[in-house]
T-cell receptor, first 111, second 114 residues
Framework: GQNIDQPTEMTATEGAIVQINCTYQ??????LFWYQQHAGEAPTFLSY????GLEEKGRFSSFLSRSKGYSYLLLKELQMKDSASYLC????????????FGKGTSLLVTP | DTGVSQDPRHKITKRGQNVTFRCDPISEHNRLYWYRQTLGQGPEFLTY????????KSRLLSDRFSAERPKGSFSTLEIQRTEQGDSAMYLC????????????FGAGTRLSVL
């Protein structure tokens, strides 16, 4: 595995900004994904980072630092529908094309 | 554009029975993956196919589990002699196998072993 570590739960207010952090072991690192998963539904792809820096896509942005083994997902202008689990997943040259997921961060957006 | 579809969505079985799940990937996706997810956890990789070839299997995939993708399109996952510990959501994903190799997931089959 890649020892993906992310907080278990977070709470934020509608309209606010929230940052969900993820750390991983850097050995063999080959790319990092973020997925969103609503309860009982399929994980849906949000972002992919393989190079250092920030990738912006609408209200969602993802950042990667390869040297620090660190990524974050930034959600702006939070909406109630953003309440979901956010999964950080790494790919590793030692494990082929499998995604190694963290346990997920359950985000609750409150009014 | 149809996404990844899985059948059935729910399966309840008694311990010791065999079950089979089906996954239809996005058309033209040559890679297909199976994952298992339990409550409060992220998905755990089980196995993946490139076309009809099964190229990688996790140590989680005991000898009671077998997966096939006979024509490089749909795939089946069979669990023999089910145990209560097999209760989980079984997710299928597919990818084009190029560029970012983004994996797109189906809604899963929820298995309950009584």
């Amino acid at each position: 595995g890649q020892n993906i570590d992310q907080p278990t739960e977070m709470t934020a207010t509608e309209g606010a900004i929230v940052q969900i952090n993820c750390t991983y072991q850097t050995s063999g690192f080959n790319g990092l994904f973020w997925y969103q998963q609503h309860a009982g539904e399929a994980p849906t792809f949000l972002s992919y980072n393989v190079l250092d820096g920030l990738e912006e896509k609408g209200r969602f942005s993802s950042f990667l630092s390869r040297s620090k083994g660190y990524s974050y997902l930034l959600l702006k202008e939070l909406q109630m529908k953003d309440s979901a689990s956010y999964l950080c997943a790494g790919t590793n040259s030692n494990s082929g094309y499998a995604l190694n997921f963290g346990k997920g961060t359950s985000l609750l957006v409150t009014p | 554009d149809t996404g990844v579809s899985q059948d059935p969505r729910h399966k309840i079985t008694k311990r010791g029975q065999n079950v089979t799940f089906r996954c239809d990937p996005i058309s033209e996706h040559n890679r297909l993956y199976w994952y298992r997810q339990t409550l409060g956890q992220g998905p755990e990789f089980l196995t993946y196919f490139q076309n009809e070839a099964q190229l990688e299997k996790s140590r989680l995939l005991s000898d009671r589990f077998s997966a096939e993708r006979p024509k490089g399109s749909f795939s089946t996952l069979e669990i023999q002699r089910t145990e209560q510990g097999d209760s989980a959501m079984y997710l299928c994903a597919s990818s084009l196998g190029q560029g970012k190799n983004i994996q797109y997931f189906g809604a899963g089959t929820r298995l309950s072993v009584l």
